[in-house]
């Protein structure tokens, strides 16, 4: 009997140590995020349902109080690790300077983004979509962002759809009104991707003075007789509104990031807006002419009295992302503008080229 009851302890111990060879010889890692917010990073060793026995590289053996966990996440350590170091996968990893990834907000997780032009700050309120507030410092502009992700098989390619609809606020007491909307393709991981968006963008500020401008019908009319002498012709007078601050153009985005360590990581973000064509009334010029023979009237030449104007921009947005931890970063970058105007008066082309530094300073934070 006795033999029995030692062959049978025996048999228990070593089932019980060929389990934990096994749990401890499991290479997956798991992202554990406690109550308080702080991250572990190791191996599940064991969970009797009360507490978790996970290996970290740090601290060794840990056990956790399952109710102290908020959640636990598979990680990939051929992506989310760079030399050994954990690199994260942060609410942060969404956004590049002004342009958004593919990747979601998820749902329950909140972030706040705040430059020297204004603050931001975005939910994720589904686990696919997210809504944000966007605005300056006075509140003039202010903007609702929505981004909806669309995931696919391929946990590296991911497509989204985006959409900014502005007011312009206290100015012009809110008759100014636009939108950006648009479709974004993301390849890569959280913290090294690169994405190509396309769009279309439009602002009416509001503005408008009505009966300011008037012009002569543009045109060349002849002299007429008139009592016996010629006189120059008066065509059809006409009224133009002008239109202040309006824009419509179709826009390109392509951004990325790329990790440098786990707490930098480069930045970039550029923006092609281009044809935006408008009217611009610059004044019309009457020219006339005389028989060189009698001196009389022969013809007058009303011309157009407005310029088309063409403007193509790049905007350029290298920069740096500083990340302490997954609660809060630092990004500085060195933007600026490239633009192109081309103007056509009189069907004649005239083209300035301009460009201007816009730097930023913006401060990420999770909450």
């Known amino acids: 009997m006795k033999s029995i009851l030692l062959f049978l302890i025996l048999l228990c111990s070593?089932?019980?140590?060929?389990?934990?060879?096994?749990?401890?010889?499991?290479?997956l890692k798991y992202l554990i995020i406690r109550n308080n917010g702080i991250e572990y990073v190791g191996q599940i060793l064991s969970d009797d349902g009360r507490e978790l026995l996970i290996l970290t590289q740090q601290l060794g053996k840990i056990y956790i109080p399952k109710s102290d966990i908020k959640s636990v996440t598979l990680v990939n350590e051929q992506t989310d690790f760079k030399d050994g170091e954990f690199l994260g996968q942060g609410v942060f990893t969404t956004r590049y300077q002004f342009t958004t990834n593919a990747f979601p907000i998820k749902k329950?997780?909140?972030?706040?983004?705040?430059?020297?032009?204004?603050?931001?700050v975005h939910f994720g309120v589904l686990p696919n979509l997210s809504v944000g507030i966007m605005a300056t410092w006075i509140a003039s502009p202010i903007a609702l962002a929505?981004?909806?992700?669309?995931?696919?098989?391929?946990?590296?390619?991911n497509f989204g759809l985006g959409t900014i609809m502005a007011s312009s606020g206290y100015f012009n007491q809110a008759k100014g009104i636009g939108g950006l909307h648009w479709a974004m393709a993301t390849y890569g991981t959280r913290r090294s991707n690169a994405t190509l968006s396309l769009g279309y963008g439009y602002f009416n500020s509001g503005f408008s003075f009505s009966n300011q401008n008037t012009y002569y019908q543009p045109g060349t009319y002849a002299a007429v007789l008139n009592q016996g002498s010629y006189i120059f012709p008066i065509p059809e007078m006409l009224t133009y509104e002008n239109e202040v601050g309006n824009f419509k153009s179709p826009i390109i985005g392509i951004s990325g990031i790329t990790v440098v360590s786990k707490k930098a990581s480069i930045i970039w973000d550029v923006m092609i807006i281009g044809g935006n064509k408008r009217k611009v009334f610059d004044g019309q010029q009457v020219d006339y002419f005389y028989d060189p023979f009698t001196s009389q009237p022969s013809s007058v030449v009303y011309n157009d009295p407005f310029i088309d104007v063409k403007s193509t921009n790049f905007v350029i947005m290298p920069?740096?992302?500083?990340?302490?931890?997954?609660?809060k970063a630092f990004q500085v970058t060195l933007a600026g503008v490239i633009g192109r105007r081309e103007e056509t008066v009189n069907y004649q082309l005239n083209v300035n080229s301009y460009s201007f530094p816009i730097p930023m300073l913006s401060w990420f934070y999770k909450f």
């Open 14 to 27: 070593l089932k019980t140590n060929a389990q934990v060879t096994k749990q401890e010889g499991d290479t």
């Open 108 to 120: 329950g997780e909140n972030y706040a983004l705040i430059n020297l032009y204004g603050p931001e």
């Open 146 to 157: 929505l981004k909806y992700t669309i995931p696919t098989q391929n946990p590296k390619l």
């Open 319 to 327: 920069g740096m992302r500083f990340q302490k931890d997954e609660n």
